[in-house]
């Protein structure tokens, strides 16, 4: 795999007035190419007659440009995955080169170099690398880069550097990190959650009887902009958190508040389509008139055998399995997988079934938190950590990596068992080892070149056995 080079003029604070940095077309990218060679071949003579490689090549490789306020072209910089395939959410960024008569204005460089970070961001990347002049790393250091090694390249020492992008620790601990503190005042008591070996878990169950109860709210913001898709959404992650729980549905209660009731009715439209879609019924529940719109749905399940979310131990194989058809729900991209609506109600029981039938060790379905922070949550209550190898995370193809370890997706199941004893199994999902469970705390992506970084740092709850 070739290395990239990311050079460039020193980088200052202030960035000049009228300064655009803009994705290279036509041409601009003559003038970029133009740049590349002066500064490359010519200036420094890292390479003989041309600079191209690769990356150029590859129809994925992005170009920014920074255009000065007469509309001059004086600088640019290539980003680009870091791998040939499938983008896994790894780029590069390199090929960094202000014009020469452009270098004595501050900030030239230091923009392209923000607007690249911004850009690879902004399309689900989770890992951005850059190979540096080691003169050039302080400059770099700076803008908030971390230095990981040095290596030999052209003649010349360089140093690998990676800007740090905390997408995936962000989400998990936006949804769920509040938890412990809530709850604290449940701890020991009487009025304690869940019950030995369920604390945190997806459902609870019921003292006495073989019945596990849970409850889901909706985002209110989601019920006053499409009333049925929360609905529906209330029983979807209501069967999903008994679907983790080993559990088979037997019976819902709502509770829907509304501005009014022709408001009301669209939010029990949508509960009524997923209820005979499930085949569980809504057994009752409580709706108020005349407030914001709120909805709130517990449900009910029957199993002699509950799966714990904190039954696996280090060292075991952490497989998802997971509907990919579909596509994005409409108004929100990146945020909400739609892999339920258009499934028959047999193909949507078949799948609630799918635990049950396998008996892992552990399980979790993936929540708002997104793939990785259910991991997380997963390894936390076993008081264990993970490592999740990005490579082998069954994805659709209209999904960046960053989005789709984010997002909720419909129907996603986390199981733990040992090495090669998984059984989860569905016509309509696919399911892959994607890691392992680790005696490391947090959460970590492993990479195919081996590279190994941190994802989460600890626990996403506080709720785990070792808090």
Not at 290 to 317: H, I, W
Request: aromatic share 4%; with cysteine.
């Amino acid at each position: 795999m070739q290395v990239p080079v990311l050079e460039g003029t020193p980088v200052g604070a202030a960035v000049p007035r009228g300064l655009l940095i803009e994705i290279a077309e036509s041409e601009a990218l003559a003038a970029y190419r133009t740049i590349r060679t002066a500064v490359f071949v010519q200036e420094q003579g890292l390479f003989a007659g041309s600079d191209w490689d690769d990356i150029d090549d590859d129809p994925r490789t992005v170009v920014l440009v920074a255009r000065i306020e007469d509309g001059t072209i004086v600088g640019g910089v290539r980003i680009a995955p870091a791998v040939p395939g499938r983008d896994l959410g790894w780029w590069t960024g390199s090929r960094l080169a202000v014009a020469r008569g452009a270098r004595g204005v501050a900030g030239i460089g230091g923009a392209l170099i923000r607007a690249a970070c911004a850009e690879v961001e902004s399309r689900g990347v989770l890992r951005f690398e850059a190979t540096v002049q080691s003169q050039n790393e302080v400059l770099f250091r700076r803008l908030g880069w971390i230095a990981l090694t040095r290596v030999e390249l052209l003649g010349r020492e360089h140093t690998v550097m990676r800007w740090p992008i905390t997408r995936l620790e962000r989400a998990a601990q936006g949804a769920k990190a509040h938890l412990a503190g809530l709850l604290a005042p449940f701890g020991g008591s009487t009025a304690g959650l869940g019950g030995a070996g369920f604390v945190g878990d997806d459902g609870s169950p019921v003292p006495g009887s073989d019945l596990i109860a849970v409850c889901d709210a909706i985002v209110p913001s989601l019920v006053e902009r499409d009333p049925e898709w929360a609905g529906w959404c209330a029983v979807l992650v209501n069967v999903n958190d008994l679907t983790a729980m080993g559990a088979s549905a037997v019976g819902m209660l709502d509770a829907v508040a509304a501005r009014d009731a022709s408001f009301a009715a669209r939010i029990l439209r949508g509960l009524r389509d997923g209820a005979e879609a499930w085949g569980v019924p809504v057994l009752g529940g409580h709706t108020q008139l005349g407030v914001p719109a709120a909805l709130s749905v517990t449900a009910l399940g029957r199993t002699t055998a509950p799966v714990p979310g904190g039954g696996g131990r280090a060292d075991q194989a952490i497989s998802l399995t997971v509907d990919t058809s579909g596509g994005w729900r409409p108004g929100y991209r990146g945020l909400q997988w739609d892999s339920s609506s258009h499934r028959t109600g047999a193909e949507l029981r078949e799948l609630a079934q799918s635990v049950a039938r396998a008996r892992p060790a552990a399980a979790k379905d993936v929540s708002m938190a997104g793939l990785v922070g259910t991991v997380g949550m997963l390894a936390e209550a076993s008081g264990v950590g993970a490592i999740v190898d990005v490579a082998d995370i069954p994805r659709p193809d209209d999904a960046t990596m960053g989005d789709w370890l984010t997002c909720f997706p419909g129907f996603g199941m986390l199981t733990v068992d040992d090495r090669g004893a998984g059984r989860m199994a569905s016509p309509h999902a696919i399911t892959a080892e994607i890691g392992e469970t680790t005696s490391v705390g947090g959460v970590h992506l492993r990479w195919p070149d081996g590279e190994v970084t941190r994802a989460i740092a600890s626990g996403v709850t506080g709720l785990g056995p070792t808090t």
